[in-house]
């Protein structure tokens, strides 16, 4: 059984990961409506992946048979000038997500909840490849500053990232 404490946590962590899927669209959107078709795929599949995270969590609190407790999604920003600037946000908002999946880990800790520690493990490691993925694209971006071909050629890579279902969700019956 999960303790009050931690079942707050997690589901405070559905909603950030709810706000980030919306993050992300909103980027997505915005990217589009200024041509970059290949940055706007990039971030709608982050959208995708944000879901996939909210669903995961969504799953363990049910498979605990605790209450998932959806509440109102903030608004979002929706509108960047350069993708370059996108990016910046995203490892800045990847890093806070960082952080709030360390806070869930802590509390598992501590209150020795080793199911949950168990979870958390994949989270952990997704989010350094997030944080790692988004710096790359914020040096990617900066190598092509002011280089309209570059930008170009950059966004012609990001359109052929495809999305994966999350492989937590690959095993569960949906």
Not at 34 to 53: L, P
Not at 62 to 82: C, K, N, Y
Request: proline residues 2%.
């Amino acid at each position: 059984m999960l303790s009050k404490k931690l079942h707050e946590a997690l589901n405070a962590q559905i909603n950030a990961e709810m706000w980030s899927a919306y993050l992300y669209l909103s980027m997505s959107l915005d990217a589009e409506v200024k041509g970059y078709k290949g940055i706007a795929n990039w971030f709608y599949v982050q959208f995708r992946e944000e879901q996939d995270h909210a669903r995961i969590f969504m799953n363990y609190l049910l498979s605990r048979d605790a209450a998932v407790s959806l509440q109102p999604i903030e608004t979002v920003r929706t509108s960047w000038a350069s993708p370059l600037e996108m990016f910046r946000d995203t490892l800045e908002h990847e890093q806070k997500v960082t952080a709030m999946i360390g806070n869930l880990a802590s509390i598992a800790a501590e209150e020795k909840d080793f199911a949950t520690s168990n979870m958390l493990v994949w989270f952990i490691d997704e989010q350094v490849e997030e944080e790692a993925s988004t710096r790359e694209k914020i040096g990617a971006c900066e190598a092509v500053e002011g280089n309209k071909f570059g930008l170009y050629m950059l966004d012609k890579e990001l359109a052929a990232r495809t999305y994966t279902q999350a492989s937590p969700l690959g095993s569960s019956a949906e």
